[in-house]
């Protein structure tokens, strides 16, 4: 059984700009002071959280997915994250999970945030999607995901849900107990990382940052003023927890149409 090494990244996102958040992001991740394997950042890093994406959309393999797959070769650790992407001229909210070896997964947010009018310039993704790394089922999902447990339940026993977000300070205490209600009703490790600041909108993100075990408990957590956490996820732990406490065997067996 593995333990994750884990990095939560929780910058003050600089608007449309992706190279200066690229280098915003790359000069904290060049202080680590010990090997990490994973590198969670936020939701639409490169850009913060825009409905104008045809200003600065890329492609699946531009400029910020390329850097994604330097830091991973150069941290020997995968990448994800978010970025707003255009695609046979359309857009996409789509997720990246670049492992070091230079192979990516990818998800498409499946609930467009409608009170922002995501829904309207963003194409929603079609499926969730459970995928493998260094022996760990891992689940992403992108923010307002969170909100909707029947998509996040774990059929296919996924060890980890990955959530990364723009998620604003007005809810944000929503934000801190979906989180754990996820881990503890899937049985599994929850990470979830915000971002911090204020973006053109003039919406606030106080970050919030976090894991939580399969019990709910917090592993690790960021404060508004912490760029990097580190927290260590231990995959036998969770065995035992789920072996002791075999509460998946009796969930309600359903499918999502």
């Known amino acids: 059984m593995q333990t994750l090494h884990t990095v939560l990244v929780q910058p003050n996102t600089i608007w449309h700009d992706p190279i200066a958040n690229q280098k915003l992001i ?7 002071q010990k090997s990490v ?46 970025l707003a992407i255009q695609e046979n001229q359309k857009f996409y909210n789509r997720f990246f999970f670049v492992h070091p070896d230079g192979h990516i997964n990818t998800y498409d947010k499946y609930h467009p945030y409608t009170p922002s009018g995501e829904a309207r310039v963003y194409v929603a993704g079609t499926k969730a999607i459970t995928f493998e790394y260094l022996g760990w089922n891992i689940r992403p999902i992108i923010c307002y995901d969170l ?8 059929n296919d026993d996924y060890d980890l849900l990955i959530c990364v977000a723009n998620w604003p300070a007005a809810r944000i205490q929503a934000w801190d107990t979906l989180l754990r209600a996820r881990a503890i009703e899937n049985m599994a490790y929850s990470i979830g990382v915000n971002r911090i600041g204020r973006d053109a909108y003039r919406l606030d993100y106080p970050g919030h940052s976090a894991a939580y075990n399969a019990l709910g408990d917090c592993e690790g957590t960021t404060n508004k003023n ?24 009796d969930r309600d067996a359903f499918t999502l149409e």
């Open 26 to 32: 790359a000069e904290h991740l060049n202080q680590l």
């Open 37 to 82: 394997q994973l590198i969670v950042l936020p939701e639409t890093w490169a850009t913060g959280f825009t409905m104008t994406p045809d200003q600065v959309a890329e492609t699946s393999d531009g400029p910020s997915v390329r850097w994604m797959l330097q830091q991973a070769k150069k941290h020997n650790a995968a990448v994800c994250g978010s």
């Open 147 to 154: 909100r909707f447990p029947v998509f996040c339940r774990s």
């Open 226 to 249: 912490q760029f990097l956490t580190h927290v260590v996820l231990d995959q036998s732990k969770l065995v035992t927890t789920r072996e002791k406490l075999p509460f998946l065997e």
